[in-house]
């Protein structure tokens, strides 16, 4: 992967985390019992963990660390389109829709420049967590299907 290429992932990653962080957010704050508003709760702090974690790479390549309006307004957006939806449809589409991202983040892991892996590893084991957290509450996991993130977070 070329460096411009590398840059223009890695914004990309930071505003979707942006975006994500809203749209979980958007979800806990309409739902329907505690055990769902603690699951979308502990997503968006997956989500602006992962930001959080991406923060000193930006800066590091002189990148703009303002998390983009345009993006947490289509993250809210999506947690609202997903909330008439209810929860295992929502979970159900994330199984789908985090293939692109698994495969994007593992391979910037893998081609990022070697001084950057350890962010970059935390960027794909955190969209490898969220993947398998989908996975399980696709399957009736309910709280414990959020184990994979909770490691992921130290808890």
Same mark, same amino acid.
């Given at each position: 992967?070329?460096?411009?290429?590398?840059?223009?992932?890695?914004?990309?990653? *930071?505003?979707?985390?942006?975006?994500?962080?809203?749209?979980? &957010?958007?979800?806990?704050?309409?739902?329907?019992?505690?055990?769902?508003?603690?699951?979308?709760?502990?997503?968006?702090?997956?989500?602006?963990?992962?930001?959080?974690?991406?923060?000193?790479?930006?800066?590091?390549?002189?990148?703009?660390?303002?998390?983009?309006?345009?993006?947490?307004?289509?993250?809210?957006?999506?947690?609202?389109?997903?909330? &008439?939806?209810?929860?295992?449809?929502?979970?159900?589409?994330?199984?789908?829709?985090?293939?692109? *991202?698994?495969?994007? *983040?593992?391979?910037?892991?893998?081609?990022?420049?070697?001084?950057?892996?350890?962010?970059?590893?935390?960027?794909?084991?955190?969209?490898?967590?969220?993947?398998?957290? &989908?996975?399980?509450? &696709?399957?009736?996991?309910?709280?414990?299907?959020?184990?994979?993130?909770?490691?992921?977070?130290?808890?």
């Amino acid at each position: 992967m070329d460096h411009d290429t590398y840059l223009k992932e890695l914004v990309a990653a *930071y505003q979707g985390e942006v975006r994500g962080e809203a749209g979980f &957010a958007t979800l806990a704050d309409h739902a329907t019992n505690a055990e769902e508003r603690e699951i979308w709760q502990m997503l968006a702090r997956l989500e602006r963990t992962t930001r959080e974690r991406l923060r000193p790479l930006m800066e590091k390549h002189g990148l703009d660390t303002a998390p983009d309006e345009a993006q947490r307004r289509l993250g809210r957006e999506r947690g609202e389109a997903r909330i &008439a939806a209810g929860f295992a449809a929502t979970v159900s589409t994330m199984t789908k829709s985090l293939q692109p *991202y698994l495969t994007l *983040y593992a391979r910037l892991e893998a081609e990022g420049p070697p001084g950057d892996r350890t962010e970059l590893a935390f960027l794909n084991a955190h969209e490898v967590a969220l993947h398998e957290f &989908a996975i399980r509450a &696709a399957a009736g996991g309910g709280r414990e299907a959020l184990q994979p993130v909770r490691t992921l977070l130290g808890e």
